[in-house]
């Protein structure tokens, strides 16, 4: 089970392609296949099945995609320790994407100028699965909005993870031209409301300051972006809650009225003990 057949695992459970994989890593696919049989002969147990003309994670290969990846990240993560960061290194940030969006360009501009041998790899999504994937080490770290779920800092502790608060966010809801005359959420006529997928701790800001949950006839559009989400919007489709800063971003902040909604505060969340020398690069480039 070395460093090398691990990389070549993940790549196939990430592409599900022989082929896309070999060419991801510069190999010819009859290496990479030849490769997995070993592994798999190794661990005892097929990592892939096949579905049709292609293949698919076995429930195997499933569990055993994320201790292949934490067993990588630690390989990595001990390279960079023991050369006290002369290695570069690899740092995995989960991110929402607000801040992706509003927050994290410059600071991560400004890491890559002092820090240009360590390559980041960036994902965004809903905070309950950042928060998760932090906690399962298949990401160094993650900048999110705590979910109630997950009991505050204190609660974060209990888990193995420490967090800091980095930025404060106002959040606004945004409503259709149509509904100028709304002084408070539970006014609002329009009963859509656009949002990310379930673990999204704005769209449970959202659904709790709209009573979506003791009101008739809301529904829930679920996109994949922000600007989808104010397109929606402007057509009249939807209402949205959103960060001002991510707001002030687009070219509608005028044409569109709001209403205050309170404001949510981002974390940088880490699992306990990781102090390898990017991320401490990183922590000291936010939240100050």
């Keep these: 089970m070395d460093p090398e057949s691990l990389k070549i695992f993940v790549a196939v459970a ?13 190999r010819v696919p009859s290496n990479v296949t030849t490769r997995i049989q070993q592994l798999e002969a190794d ?3 097929a990592l892939f099945v096949r579905v049709g003309k292609r293949i698919a994670l076995s429930s195997a ?9 934490r067993l990588l990240s630690l390989a990595d993560e001990a390279r960079h320790v023991a050369t006290q960061g002369r290695a570069g290194g690899v740092l995995r940030i989960g991110t929402m994407e607000s801040t992706a969006a509003s927050r ?20 965004t999504g809903p905070s309950a699965q950042l ?5 399962l080490q298949t990401l160094d770290c993650g900048f999110l909005a705590l979910p109630v779920s997950s009991g505050g800092v204190a609660g974060l502790k209990a888990s193995g993870l420490q967090a800091r608060k980095v930025w404060r966010e106002d ?5 259709p031209s149509g509904e100028r005359d709304v002084r408070r959420a539970t006014q609002v006529r329009t009963r859509a409301l656009a949002a990310f997928k379930q673990g999204c701790t704005y769209r449970g800001i959202a659904e709790q300051k709209l009573g979506l949950a003791g009101a008739p006839g809301w529904t829930v559009h679920e996109m994949s972006s922000y600007h989808a989400m104010i397109a929606g919007v402007a057509a009249g489709a939807c ?16 044409a569109l009225p709001t209403l205050a909604a309170g404001h949510a505060d981002t974390y940088l969340v880490w699992r306990e003990g990781y102090d390898v020398p990017a991320f401490q690069q990183l922590l000291d480039g936010v939240g100050h």
């Design 14 to 26: 990430s592409e599900l392609s022989i082929t896309q994989a070999a060419a991801r890593l510069g």
């Design 43 to 45: 661990i005892g147990a």
């Design 61 to 69: 290969g499933e569990r055993f995609l994320q201790y292949a990846q």
């Design 104 to 123: 994290l360009p410059p600071v991560l501009a400004a890491f890559n100028v002092k820090h240009a041998d360590t390559r980041i790899e960036l994902c």
């Design 131 to 135: 928060l998760e994937q932090v906690r």
């Design 171 to 175: 959040l606004l809801l945004l409503l």
């Design 239 to 254: 209402v949205t809650l959103l960060p001002a800063s991510v707001l002030a971003l687009s070219h509608v902040v005028a």
